[in-house]
């Protein structure tokens, strides 16, 4: 019974959110969730309701946060690609360049490396967002006067970079023991960690919330109109009066910011940050979540992160519970495996994603 009040609430909360049309599969998400969190139901096996509702309720919380931070990045992506038609495959990058540089403003007096200003954490989300802007700006005053496959290829070299640098530049990053102890906001305020959790989910919704309503204002201007119309005919723009450069350059940086930023709560987060982190594989990721949930959506971009983690947090731990040990290394590849079978499955299904873009 309480499977089905949990069932038909979020049901019932997604319709004003994204439509009756994807009830269904709001509902599908919600019964992989809590397979995942308890794959002998809410109440099976020995342990008291209580128990099962907290650990539950534990996963969940944690389990959005994550989901939101991808989404978050995805809505940087969006207005890249989505709106402007920029392919970016350097989103790893500038994911790492928020992270880091988070790390080194907030955190303590790390040993042989760049730290312990000590500022508090909103100055390090500030100084993410920030950093991965002049980054951007940078990269992308020479790079975006390129073709789409050049462009692609120069931001992939910067992800590449990035990541080389923060395993080999100990001085800044740390190396490849990456940088720790990095400070949770509030977090001595909380007895337990599933208090922060829920509170740090909070933040991050007011966040990715703010970022939502504020790029909506952005695409749905005339600065959003003009992106899209550089997008489908820049030769009618430019005769126009427009000067398609400046606005790729603009969408690039705000893009990259929303990243940066994304990169920045992560840190916060998880407390701890290293070169794997930002492998090229979380390029993928997002760029998968963003096909998902509809290029060019706002919205689709935030249900594609939390969809396609969903699945991928669950495909985990699938081959946890099923691989032998020794195998589950191997195993592994198979989760992107069945990432790529689901974004070929959309793409014949639903071209345009679950939430199609607009125009």
């Given at each position: 019974?309480?499977g089905?009040l ?21 509902a599908?998400?919600?019964?992989i ?9 809410l ?7 209580t ?6 309720a534990?996963?969940?919380v944690?389990f ?5 931070n ?9 207005l890249q ?27 303590p007096?790390?040993a042989?490396?760049?730290g312990?200003?000590?500022l508090p954490?909103?100055v ?5 967002v ?12 020479p790079?975006?006067?390129l073709?789409?496959?050049?462009l ?12 080389m640098?923060?395993?080999?530049f ?20 909380f007895a ?17 919330g ?17 992106l ?8 009618a ?12 350059l ?5 893009g990259?910011m ?7 709560l992560?840190?916060?987060f ?16 997002v760029?998968t ?14 249900l594609g992160g ?16 099923t ?12 989760r ?6 689901l ?10 994603g ?6």
């Amino acid at each position: 019974m309480l499977g089905g009040l949990i069932v038909g609430l979020a049901e019932s909360l997604s319709v004003p959110l994204i439509g009756a049309e994807y009830r269904q599969a709001v509902a599908f998400l919600v019964l992989i969730l809590i397979l995942l969190a308890r794959p002998t139901g809410l109440f099976g096996g020995a342990r008291g309701m209580t128990a099962d509702l907290l650990g539950l309720a534990g996963y969940l919380v944690f389990f959005l946060v994550i989901a939101l931070n991808y989404s978050l990045v995805c809505l940087g992506l969006n207005l890249q690609w989505g709106v402007t038609g920029l392919f970016n495959v350097g989103v790893a990058g500038f994911f790492a360049i928020g992270a880091y540089a988070t790390a080194i403003l907030t955190g303590p007096d790390y040993a042989n490396s760049l730290g312990g200003f000590g500022l508090p954490v909103p100055v390090g989300w500030v100084g993410a967002v920030l950093a991965s802007g002049l980054i951007a700006l940078v990269v992308g005053i020479p790079s975006l006067r390129l073709r789409q496959d050049y462009l692609a290829i120069t931001t992939f070299g910067i992800a590449v970079t990035v990541q080389m640098i923060a395993l080999n530049f100990e001085p800044l990053t740390g190396g490849a023991f990456g940088l720790g102890s990095i400070p949770r906001p509030l977090a001595g305020a909380f007895a337990t960690p599933f208090g922060f959790n829920l509170f740090y989910l909070g933040v991050s919704i007011v966040v990715v919330g703010g970022v939502y309503v504020l790029l909506e204002i952005l695409v749905r201007s005339p600065w959003g109109r003009v992106l899209r119309g550089i997008r489908e005919d820049e030769a009618a723009a430019q005769s126009l009066g427009k000067h398609p450069f400046a606005f790729r350059l603009q969408a690039f940086v705000i893009g990259s910011m929303v990243m940066g930023l994304a990169g920045g709560l992560y840190a916060s987060f998880v407390g701890f940050i290293a070169p794997e982190d930002f492998l090229p594989i979380l390029t993928f990721q997002v760029w998968t979540m963003l096909v998902v949930g509809g290029s060019g959506s706002n919205k689709g971009a935030i249900l594609g992160g939390i969809v396609v983690w969903a699945i991928w947090a669950a495909s985990g731990a699938l081959i946890d519970a099923t691989v032998p040990t020794e195998m589950q290394a191997q195993a592994a590849a198979l989760r992107i495996v069945l990432i790529g079978v689901l974004l070929s499955g959309v793409l014949v299904v639903r071209p345009r994603g679950l939430i199609g873009g607009g125009g």
